[in-house]
């Protein structure tokens, strides 16, 4: 399969154009779609267009940018002009959102060719994708295991080699985690750096979007594309986009990385021998590597199944059948909104609504609500202080590789606990990546994850291109 | 309306105002009150998903500008959200301050000479508005309803006072001196009738010196008359249930103004849990130095300071006059009484014409240049012109324009004064003989009968003072 770095170069050189890269994405989408159920969507007379008008203007000697004829893949929880929009959820059933997110407009922009939606658990709420309203996804590494989630169908999109790249949203480690247990590299961005309009809020404050790869190179070409900042988010940075591309072989020569104990332990022993090898490989490229403890990482688990539930308990009350998708009839408002939010949602979704709704709520918000926003401040102080004595983190991505469909449905907090390495970064608002470092049960990748402070992106793909290098991945 | 011996009403208002803002408070749609149903609308205000809010400058601007006025401290401030389902609310959350607003600490001088105390004047989204058929015309019991989301998003600022009002006619008057600052700082248009501006009142009863009562908060009154009534019925309604030995319970109420009275809405137990949490899809606002003082530097002066200036104009003012100048302040015409005070003209006089005549027609003043109107006067005080002709010449002007001077001329005013005068008052003398003897011989009172006389014949375009004057040179 090419990378998208290739894809684009061709389509530009001409040596191939954006129409054939596309056929041959519906071709993979074709013969594998319907065992793996990772598109919900495929927009095959949209993409075609598309590329057909790429290809023109590549014709007609233009530059159509960075992604020229790369075909995307979407989670469906990105907003796209017409093209049904589910979050993997009836609730949302039928409705075409009338605008672009953001990120699609930006990746249009840049040349790509946005191929159709993905799966998720439903309002990306799940750690294996099994939570979606229209059947889990399943890992094309092993079809009897899952992708991981919430982002699973755009990880296994990639991992099927339907596309080369695709875009996830990571709120607790949707796109990491799932990168992790595909073989993939992703990458959940700093807080800010890519604009969040047009994404269905989960947690507004931990939502990032970020791109899932199968080489760095590939996810630093998409992230510099979707980076920068936009009027439309108030969150968004000021800052100019960063260059990413043109520091990935920058090397880790007298960095300082800082390997966290509180991120690879209780992971199964061959998480923990790829962290260390990692932690190795890191060595032998020049950088300095120290033990660390961050204690305050203990606390997050909690203080993030207060603050996502919290925040996604009202980013979720506008779904009520009065303006958009499912509207279950009742005798009058009040009934309609409850009939229509009990029809609507799934178990995991009502879930955490209600646990949201009990920690906001009048007498526990203090004890709940507050609480956790005290950890969370820790949180940030922690890692900050963390960065002053090291450039980057190292730990694991997730406990284990991919674990069997049902493994853990039966539990909401065994499947909770997959995210504990992956969430901490997301309360601080920094960025952090998986990258696949080595291999676990049943030869099944094992991703290890690299954290850094605010905006040190073009640093995280440059360690993370020595392990992939040192992991035999030239 | 006074109270029963021994009472006293203690009460506090809310007052919504509509910011005149261009555009939304967290989107680009238009904020214009009349357009045809969902016509003002975007992903961002019709709360779809994936849609996010982006603050409005002006809104903020309007917001310091209304804070400045009611003299409170600016201070760094956030938007939280208030959790509640509602069909108009098409987030079903109201982005709102919570617990640190932009404007708090303030203080409202009245007229009376009393000052209330602004707790706080915060920011706030506008709902949109829901129609319900059928039933009773409320939510509840309807066929079906309609909602229209032009509204949803407008921006608001909610000024709560503190509970330093005790009686009904000072919470009008709280009300009616508001509004007047809302419009003088040009972010309100102040159009009650219009929902632009709306009052919720809570009211509580005591004993002079006693601690607070248990309060009821009466919602959504869209005039100054029904405020003043709610709150009257009200603060009778607790006194006599505490009479009665009943206890006041903490309620939201409604004012039915057909009925004249107040009704439960909700009471407290069954009040909402509103889930107010920091919105995270917006951040601090901290207006910084510079721009509070292009905002300061741009407010123009307040009813309090224009109305002081016009009541220096005149001597010992009676009631009346007082009146007639806070009508020429809430129309904000004040420029054409300071223009006649500045040529050495009569101010009261100017008052009055401004209160009358130009109020009749407010709309055309921009027909009538401020030195039209000082030049009117000066002809009706050096007698050239009856009262009743300077208001024809005003009128005429308001609706058409044109030259004072030349509009009289070519009625015939000015002629009047001289030789048709003398001409009418010589033919009156002759015709009434008898009473021009008595006035000869010292009654003055027959003045009165010769100018009315005078008016009939000219059909009122006579000066009388022109008239006197007549008289005595033929006495």
Redesign the interface.
């Known amino acids: 399969m090419k990378s998208a770095t290739q894809i684009a170069a061709d389509v530009r050189s001409g040596t191939s154009s954006a129409t054939a890269e596309l056929e041959r994405t519906l071709t993979v989408i074709e013969q594998r779609n319907a065992e793996l159920n990772v598109f919900l969507y495929v927009d095959v007379e949209g993409a075609r267009a598309a590329a057909a008008q790429i290809d023109a203007r590549v014709a007609r000697g233009e530059d159509v940018g960075p992604l020229a004829g790369v075909p995307i893949a979407l989670k469906d929880?990105?907003?796209q002009v017409g093209v049904p929009?589910t979050?993997s959820s009836k609730i949302?059933d039928g409705?075409r959102?009338?605008?672009n997110?953001t990120v699609i407009e930006r990746l249009l922009d840049a040349g790509a060719v946005a191929v159709g939606k993905t799966n998720l658990d439903e309002f990306a709420m799940g750690s294996s994708t099994e939570n979606s309203a229209f059947g889990p996804t399943r890992n094309p590494l092993d079809p009897s295991r899952v992708p991981g989630g919430s982002s699973g169908g755009s990880a296994a999109a990639v991992a099927a080699d339907m596309t080369a790249v695709s875009l996830g949203s990571d709120t607790g480690g949707s796109i990491r985690q799932p990168a992790a247990l595909c073989g993939l590299v992703g990458v959940k961005p700093t807080y800010g750096l890519v604009s969040?309009?047009?994404?269905?809020?989960f947690?507004?404050?931990l939502d990032q979007i970020g791109p899932f790869a199968k080489t760095v190179a590939d996810a630093a070409l998409v992230l510099e594309v979707l980076a920068g900042h936009d009027?439309?988010?108030?969150?968004s940075l000021p800052e100019p986009a960063p260059r990413l591309v043109a520091h990935v072989n920058d090397g880790v020569a007298g960095r300082r990385i800082g390997l966290v104990r509180e991120l690879f332990d209780g992971a199964d022993e061959s998480v923990v021998a790829s962290v260390r090898a990692a932690a190795d490989a890191l060595r032998a490229a020049g950088a300095e590597v120290v033990e660390v403890s961050i204690p305050e990482l203990a606390l997050t688990l909690s203080a993030y199944y207060l603050i996502a539930p919290?925040?996604a308990?009202?980013n979720l009350?506008?779904?009520?059948g009065?303006?958009?998708g499912l509207r279950v009839s009742a005798e009058?408002?009040?009934a309609m909104?409850e009939a229509t939010r009990t029809a609507g949602f799934g178990a995991e979704v009502k879930r955490r609504i209600m646990l949201g709704?009990y920690a906001?709520?009048?007498g526990y918000?203090d004890a709940y609500?507050g609480q956790a926003l005290k950890v969370r401040t820790l949180t940030i102080d922690a890692f900050a202080r963390a960065y002053q004595r090291v450039d980057l983190l190292l730990g694991a991505t997730t406990p284990s590789v991919a674990f069997a469909l049902g493994a853990k449905t039966a539990d909401p907090m065994t499947m909770y606990l997959n995210d504990v390495f992956t969430i901490p970064t997301n309360l601080a608002g920094d960025p952090a990546l998986s990258v696949p470092f080595g291999t676990g049960e049943a030869g099944l990748p094992v991703g290890v994850q690299l954290l850094g402070p605010g905006r040190s992106e073009a640093r995280l793909f440059a360690a993370a291109r020595v392990l992939e290098i040192a992991d035999g991945r030239p | 309306m006074t109270l029963p011996d021994g009472w006293e009403m203690v009460v506090g208002l809310e007052v919504h105002t509509e910011l005149l803002t261009r555009s939304k408070l967290f989107c680009g749609c238009a904020n214009h009150f009349g357009s045809e149903p969902n016509t003002n609308i975007c992903?961002v205000c019709?709360?779809?998903?994936?849609?996010?809010?982006?603050?409005n400058r002006e809104a903020v601007d309007f917001a310091m500008r209304i804070g400045m006025a009611l003299h409170c401290t600016i201070a760094p401030s956030t938007f939280h959200?208030k959790?509640y389902?509602y069909?108009d609310q098409?987030?079903?959350?109201q982005i709102s301050q919570y617990d640190l607003p932009i404007n708090s600490g303030g203080y409202l001088d009245l007229p009376d000479a009393s000052r209330v105390a602004i707790e706080r004047a915060h920011m706030e989204e506008d709902t949109g508005k829901s129609t319900h058929l059928g039933g009773s015309g409320r939510?509840?019991?309807?066929d079906s309803?309609l909602?229209d989301y032009n509204r949803c998003g407008v921006p608001l600022v909610e000024i709560v006072s503190g509970p330093d009002i005790r009686s009904s006619a000072q919470a009008r008057l709280y009300a009616a001196e508001l509004r007047g600052i809302l419009i003088a700082t040009g972010a309100s248009d102040g159009r009650l009738e219009e929902g632009s501006m709306r009052f919720d009142a809570n009211v509580s009863v005591r004993r002079p010196g006693a601690p607070f009562g248990t309060r009821c908060e009466i919602k959504n009154l869209n005039s100054l008359r029904s405020l003043q009534r709610a709150i009257d019925y009200e603060a009778l309604r607790q006194i006599e249930l505490i009479d009665g030995g009943g206890v006041v319970r903490q309620e939201t109420r409604h004012w039915d103004e057909n009925r004249g009275e107040t009704s439960t809405l909700r009471v407290k137990e069954d009040a909402d849990?509103y889930?107010?949490?920091r919105d995270?899809?917006?951040?601090d606002l901290a207006p910084d130095q510079a721009w509070q003082d292009r905002v300061r530097a741009a407010l123009a002066p307040m009813p309090a300071a224009r109305r002081a200036a016009v009541v220096a104009l005149l001597a010992a003012p009676s009631e009346a006059q007082l009146d007639a100048v806070e009508v020429v302040i809430d129309l904000g015409l004040e420029r054409y009484v300071h223009g006649v005070a500045a040529a050495g003209g009569d101010a009261a006089l100017a008052v009055a014409r401004v209160a009358n005549e130009l109020a009749a027609d407010v709309d055309h003043v921009a027909n009538l240049p401020v030195d039209a109107f000082v030049s009117t006067l000066a002809m009706e005080q050096r007698g050239e012109l009856s009262a009743t002709q300077a208001k024809t010449v005003l009128g005429e002007v308001l609706r058409h324009g044109g030259d004072p001077r030349a509009i009289a001329a070519a009625r015939g005013f000015e002629q009047l004064s001289s030789d048709t005068l003398g001409a009418t008052v010589a033919t009156l003398i002759a015709s009434n003989p008898d009473e021009w003897s008595r006035y000869r011989d010292g009654d003055d009172k027959l003045a009165q009968f010769f100018i009315g006389q005078v008016m009939k014949l000219t059909r009122g375009q006579a000066n009388g003072k022109a008239v006197i004057a007549e008289l005595q040179a033929r006495r």
């Open positions: 929880n990105l907003c929009t979050c949302l409705w959102p009338p605008y997110a969040r309009y047009g994404l269905i809020a947690a507004s404050s009027a439309r988010d108030s969150t919290a925040e308990s009202s009350a506008r779904f009520d009065v303006r958009y009058d408002v009040t909104m709704t906001l709520s009048a918000y609500y | 992903p019709l709360g779809l998903p994936g849609s996010l809010p982006v603050l959200r959790n389902f069909p098409s987030k079903d959350y939510l509840a019991g309807a309803s909602v849990d889930r107010y949490f995270p899809d917006l951040v």
